[in-house]
């Protein structure tokens, strides 16, 4: 069973700058099957990345994805108001699917 | 456009037995590779990943909660039912439905809150 661990648990940054989130398997995802999502309050879930580094359609250039193997991470380039939320990252290379604990976007 | 509803009770007494509907339309739950798949969230924590089932009728469980859980479809009514036992105060939760390609969960039901109370 694949455990993700996600880091920082709490971003703290402002509009404008770089935000990295981190996000580590216990074990190699298979075929880098590694998707990231975002989450608002009151809403579901949005995907933002899957295959570790492809972009949902409508996502915006500035999230990007990369990693592989164990070590993943979601980049967004500059941050605007409506990215502050809570990401999560999931493997579904082998199942269960787990997600991670989540990553904390706040206004600093 | 796909779309996605949870349907069922918003509140079970401990011990009973959860049903929850996703029904969905925009694909077909038989078309080759396509999964719907349920994740609960409990209130101010995490997501967790329960349970999917495919195109095929291939079903994959959560470990942890595969003693308690079923996962069905109906292709003709375009629903996907999970089945949750002997409920406990820790399932409170808000429980969505998604759709996706090989398990990724690319498009999200609104979610449902289930409380669980005497």
Same mark, same amino acid.
């Given at each position: 069973?694949?455990?993700?661990?996600?880091?920082?648990?709490?971003?703290?940054? *402002?509009?404008?700058?770089?935000?990295?989130? *981190?996000?580590?398997?216990?074990?190699s995802v298979?075929?880098?099957?590694?998707?990231?999502?975002?989450? !608002?309050?009151?809403?579901?879930?949005?995907?933002?990345?899957?295959?570790a580094?492809?972009?949902?359609?409508?996502?915006?250039?500035?999230?990007?994805?990369?990693?592989?193997?164990?070590?993943?991470?979601?980049?967004i380039?500059?941050?605007?108001?409506?990215?502050?939320?809570?990401?999560?990252?999931?493997?579904?290379? *082998?199942?269960?699917?787990?997600?991670?604990?989540?990553? !904390?976007?706040?206004?600093? | 456009?796909?779309? #996605?509803?949870?349907?069922?009770?918003?509140l079970? $007494?401990?011990?009973? @037995?959860l @049903?929850?509907?996703?029904?969905f339309? /925009?694909?077909?739950?038989?078309? +080759? &590779?396509?999964?719907? /798949?349920?994740i609960?969230?409990?209130? &101010?924590?995490?997501?967790?990943w329960?349970?999917?089932?495919?195109?095929?009728?291939?079903?994959?469980?959560?470990?942890?909660? $595969? +003693?308690? #859980?079923?996962?069905?479809k109906?292709? +003709?009514?375009?629903?996907?039912? #999970?089945t949750?036992?002997?409920?406990?105060?820790?399932?409170?939760?808000t429980?969505?439905?998604?759709? &996706?390609?090989? /398990?990724?969960?690319?498009?999200?039901?609104?979610?449902? #809150?289930?409380?669980? +109370?005497?």
């Amino acid at each position: 069973e694949v455990v993700l661990t996600q880091s920082p648990g709490t971003l703290s940054l *402002s509009p404008g700058e770089r935000a990295t989130l *981190s996000c580590r398997a216990s074990q190699s995802v298979n075929s880098n099957f590694l998707a990231w999502y975002q989450q !608002k309050p009151g809403q579901a879930p949005r995907l933002l990345v899957s295959g570790a580094s492809s972009r949902a359609t409508g996502i915006p250039g500035r999230f990007s994805g990369s990693g592989s193997g164990t070590d993943f991470t979601l980049t967004i380039s500059r941050l605007e108001p409506e990215d502050f939320a809570v990401y999560y990252c999931q493997q579904y290379g *082998s199942p269960p699917y787990a997600f991670g604990q989540g990553t !904390k976007l706040e206004i600093k | 456009q796909i779309t #996605l509803k949870e349907s069922g009770p918003t509140l079970v $007494k401990p011990t009973q @037995t959860l @049903t929850l509907t996703c029904t969905f339309s /925009g694909f077909s739950l038989t078309t +080759s &590779g396509v999964g719907v /798949g349920w994740i609960r969230q409990p209130p &101010g924590k995490a997501l967790e990943w329960l349970a999917l089932i495919y195109w095929d009728g291939d079903k994959r469980y959560s470990p942890s909660l $595969k +003693s308690r #859980l079923a996962i069905a479809k109906d292709t +003709s009514k375009n629903q996907v039912v #999970l089945t949750l036992i002997n409920m406990d105060p820790v399932d409170t939760a808000t429980y969505y439905c998604a759709h &996706g390609d090989r /398990g990724v969960a690319a498009n999200w039901g609104q979610g449902t #809150l289930v409380t669980v +109370s005497s």
